[in-house]
């Protein structure tokens, strides 16, 4: 079981950037499709980007290609979303997950996350 712990939210202003850290425990980190994921309020998690285990694949949302970035530091157990030009719609709360990168579905259980606010 791969613990996950999110941080680097924040409050921005719309045009601003933020990035986004996932440390994982576990030695099976490494072999893991991982995936950052965002909840609105009153919404369900949404799929926002997917990295494969070795990093060479990456896949992202419409609504973020171009302005975020993901990657993975496996020798750090880390995942990180690199969030540029943010837009008040970003605003939720961010989680990383395991992801099945073909149905961008998430496979593990919610860690707290960690909450971006986009402010126009």
């Known amino acids: 079981q791969v613990q996950l712990v999110e941080s680097g939210g924040g409050l921005v202003q719309a045009g601003g950037s933020l990035r986004l850290s996932c440390a994982a425990s576990g030695r099976t980190f490494s072999s893991y499709d991982m995936g950052w994921f965002r909840q609105a309020p009153g919404k369900e998690h949404q799929f926002v980007a997917g990295i494969t285990w070795n990093g060479g694949g990456l896949y992202y949302a419409g609504s973020v290609k171009g302005r975020f970035t993901i990657s993975r530091d496996n020798a750090k157990n880390t995942v990180y979303l690199q969030m540029n030009s943010l837009k008040p719609e970003d605003t939720a709360v961010y989680y990383c997950?395991?992801?099945?990168?073909?149905?961008?579905?998430?496979?593990?259980?919610w860690g707290q996350g960690t909450q971006v606010t986009v402010s126009s």
């Open positions: 997950n395991r992801v099945m990168l073909g149905n961008r579905r998430a496979l593990g259980s």
